[in-house]
């Protein structure tokens, strides 16, 4: 019997027109693919995990890749998920070998995700919000207006102007309902004036308003919107940040190493009261599928990767509008 093998690839997926949040903008989605090839019942299968590298967390495709083709030894010794948990920090690497793993046991054992990670029912169907670009209002109100039939949309914003660009919104789209990203781009004076106007016109969230590592500034804040933590939350040892200051946790798999660790942040969040949201970076299907699993009876979805692309994997999670459907066996799980 043949050991398991490490197959990586960087690939890159053009975005439908350009992607803009308060820290820069782009036209293409850098993924690194981790592919584990092994023997299974009938002969050789293989399990896959995507993953994007984060400049913002000091990724590069180069960085990640380099980290997981030192673990090609270890996988071919057979390497699990426990043992991956202790070898590599939380972090994009980290999660595509984690849903690599995840994927190549359920083609081995012939069991979904689902029941693996002890899940009750089979993953249902989730609405995801739909994601605005920060740009002028004019021209968000313009993109709102065509997006108007999304229950649930998602600005990004930037910091002054940020009102108007929310107004334009929910002019052009008065039913859907609202949250809004800040990407780290507000400062604690905007947070306290626009909180009381954001509210009156309906938003829901408001994530990440502050840089990470001010978190203390939010403790005792009265503002009128709840408040979701991104950048400020990667993996457990994020927790005890949070509790106080920020009433919804988004979990991302890039910045919680994989899917085992998201699932006991989740549980681990709930406990402590924190509603949880599953978000993504602009990535292929391959990506939303662990997450998609992870997002089931989540306060908040954010799985809107492919829908933001030119181009998605084949197979892909199949969207009706942005209800995202349980991605297909022969993609992952």
Known sequence: ??????????????????????????????????????????????????????????????????????????????????????????????????CALWDLEAKQTGMPVWRLAGLARPPAPLTTAFTLSVDTAENMGRAARAAQRCPLLKLKLTGEGDLERVAAVRENAPRSRLMVDANEGWTLDQLARYGPALAALGVELLEQPLPAGQDADLAGQDCPIPLGADESVHGMDSLDTLVGRYQVANIKLDKTGGLTEALALKSACEAAGLKVMVGCMVATSLSMAPAHLLAQGAAFVDLDGPLLLARDRDPGITYDGTTANPPPSALWG
């Not at 981790?34 to 299974?40: C, I, K, N, P, S």
């Not at 913002?56 to 043992?83: P, S």
């Open 1 to 98: 019997m043949p050991p398991p093998t490490l197959t990586i690839r960087a690939e890159t997926f053009p975005i439908r027109g350009t992607f803009r949040i308060s820290r820069g903008a782009k036209t293409e989605a850098h993924v690194v693919t981790a592919l584990v090839t092994a023997d299974g019942p009938d002969g050789p299968v293989a399990g896959r995990g995507e993953c994007v590298p984060y400049a913002r967390y000091g990724e590069t495709v180069a960085g990640v890749v380099a980290d997981l083709e030192v673990l090609a030894g270890a996988v071919a010794a057979g390497l699990d998920r426990a043992a991956l948990q202790t070898l590599m920090p939380p972090g994009a690497a980290r999660n595509a070998l984690d």
